[in-house]
């Protein structure tokens, strides 16, 4: 069973930045993908960023020149590094992993953005 835990979220003001963790309980350097979406009230989960095993990495447009995902696999953790926060930003946000064809998702962190 792979376990993730997201940590970092908070509230903040627009403008400010966080830094989003998430620790997985395996390697991470054999995985598929690795991913940050997150989840507005009355809205579906979106991807915000993901980096696959080929490098390929896609941001949401929404985000895009804002954040920034990482990765470190001496601590298997993934990062989401967010600057200059808006409003629309706050959510939910959940690290996801995906190692075969198997997907997995932390608890998820609150981040509030206010205006």
């Known amino acids: 069973q792979v376990q993730l835990v997201e940590s970092g979220g908070g509230l903040v003001q627009a403008g400010g930045s966080l830094r989003l963790s998430c620790a997985v309980s395996?390697?991470?350097?054999?995985?598929?993908?690795l991913a940050w979406y997150r989840q507005a009230p009355g809205k579906q989960r979106e991807l915000v960023a993901k980096?696959?095993?080929?490098?390929?990495?896609t941001y949401a447009d929404s985000v895009k020149g804002r954040f920034t995902i990482s990765k470190d696999y001496a601590k298997n953790s993934v990062y989401l590094q967010m600057n200059s926060l808006k409003p629309e930003d706050t959510a939910v946000y959940y690290c996801?992993?995906?190692?075969?064809?198997?997907?997995?998702w932390g608890q998820g962190t609150q981040v509030t953005v206010s205006s």
């Open positions: 980096v696959t095993s080929d490098k390929i990495v």
């Open positions: 395996r390697n991470i350097f054999s995985t598929n993908a």
């Open positions: 996801n992993v995906v190692i075969h064809t198997s997907g997995y």
